[in-house]
């Protein structure tokens, strides 16, 4: 072999070793916010999905060390895409069922799907259609090694899949995280869920019917509502669950 082919060994080599200390260098959680910016202001996210798609999995891993680090990055992940993918080709969303299974995104290497990141990586490996009261047999390796210890409802409350009835968007960030669920809880809930003492019935959005067993059934949606004034405290009332509006709206930001 020749002098060339050991040249080009070390310049693999260096090329490999700055790659993988600019990879070090990368706050992923920073990204995500970064990457839904970029996304909510038409600037170029390309550079944002190159980052996301050859990441070091290993190092997201390292980064991603508590159940807040992981909610904040998949959060925005999961907001940012949907928004980036419907953005550049509004017809997938008439699909939608494809559009959530298809595995159209490119993270660490491998390929996933929105329904990975939300059911997957954000609760626990849940069966999607089991109304969040089952989990997966056999989850794979990479949702093990990325999801949440424990599931929490008010994820539902920050996911935006790009329908009408979908909460806003917001910027999620570990400092101060539970402040901002609650926050988002609060604010869709005082906006979708109605007491109407006339008929004794509460309306709840569909999300939780949908997810009643992330909220710990009923009862306890029935608790979160009273905590919230949403539901006067001696009430005993029936539940109804209002229709999805599934028409497609893009660029739900919260304001502020």
């Known amino acids: ?28 959680i920073k990204m995500s916010q970064d990457f839904l910016y970029a996304v909510r202001t038409n600037e170029n996210a390309a550079p944002y999905l190159d980052s996301l798609a050859t990441a070091s999995e ?19 992940l999961y907001n ?33 799907s929105l329904d990975k990141i939300e059911h997957g990586f954000l609760r626990h490996s849940r069966v999607k259609w089991s109304l969040g009261y089952f989990g997966k047999i056999f989850p794979g390796k990479l949702e093990k090694k990325f999801r949440v210890k424990k599931v929490d409802y008010r994820i539902h409350f920050t996911l935006n899949c ?67 004034g949403i539901l006067p405290q001696d009430a005993k009332q029936k539940i109804a669950f209002k229709s999805y509006d599934w028409q497609l709206y893009l660029e739900n930001y919260k304001d502020n």
């Open 1 to 28: 072999m020749g002098a060339k082919y050991y040249i080009i060994l070390i310049i693999m080599s260096i090329v490999s070793k700055v790659s993988a200390q600019d990879s070090q260098q990368i706050d992923y």
């Open 162 to 228: 790009g329908a009408s009835s979908c909460p806003s968007i917001a910027y999620y960030k570990p400092e101060g995280l539970d402040e901002q669920l609650d926050m988002a809880t609060l604010a869709y809930l005082k906006g979708e869920a109605e007491y109407l003492e006339k008929e004794n019935t509460l309306y709840l959005p569909m999300l939780m019917n949908w997810f009643r067993g992330d909220f710990g059934g009923k009862k306890n949606e029935i608790k979160l509502c009273k905590k919230l």
């Open 58 to 76: 290993d190092l997201v891993a390292q980064q991603l060390v508590t159940d807040i680090d992981k909610k904040a990055f998949f959060i925005n």
């Open 80 to 112: 940012a895409y949907t928004q980036y993918i419907l953005k550049q080709d509004p017809n997938k969303y008439k699909d939608r069922n494809e559009f959530f299974k298809s595995n159209q995104i490119l993270f660490a290497s491998h390929k996933v």
